[in-house]
């Protein structure tokens, strides 16, 4: 199964929210901290997709669990289940209970 994966300032989808990145050579740089750019810790990362989770995961390396489960037990969990009725439906129907 493949790791979740960082976000880094490098990706195409990142977004400083106060335009202070700064990209150099080698590296990207925050103008208010003087320090590399940490999207961890940043208050202002953003991403034009939507996909930054907390802890600077991006959200497009995540899968979604899935579980498979039986429709028809869904469907029919109590036999006692029934229709309650009210108003104008109630008078036409009568007072029967419908399954």
């Known amino acids: 199964m493949a790791q979740t994966k960082s976000c ?18 080698d590296s ?3 103008k208010d901290g003087d320090e590399p ?3 961890a810790k940043c ?3 953003m991403c034009f997709k939507r996909r930054l ?7 497009e390396t995540v899968r979604r669990k899935t579980a498979e489960r039986d ?10 289940s029934s229709i309650k009725l009210k108003g104008k ?6 007072d029967q209970d419908y399954y």
Not at 53 to 59: E, K
């Open 8 to 25: 880094s300032p490098t990706c195409h989808s990142f977004k400083c929210g106060k335009n202070a990145a700064l990209f150099r050579r």
């Open 28 to 30: 990207v740089w925050c």
């Open 37 to 39: 750019c940490n999207v």
């Open 43 to 45: 208050m202002y990362a």
């Open 53 to 59: 989770l907390p802890g600077a995961i991006c959200g």
């Open 71 to 80: 429709l028809d037990d869904d469907f029919y969990k109590d036999d006692t």
């Open 89 to 94: 439906a109630l008078r036409k129907l009568g």
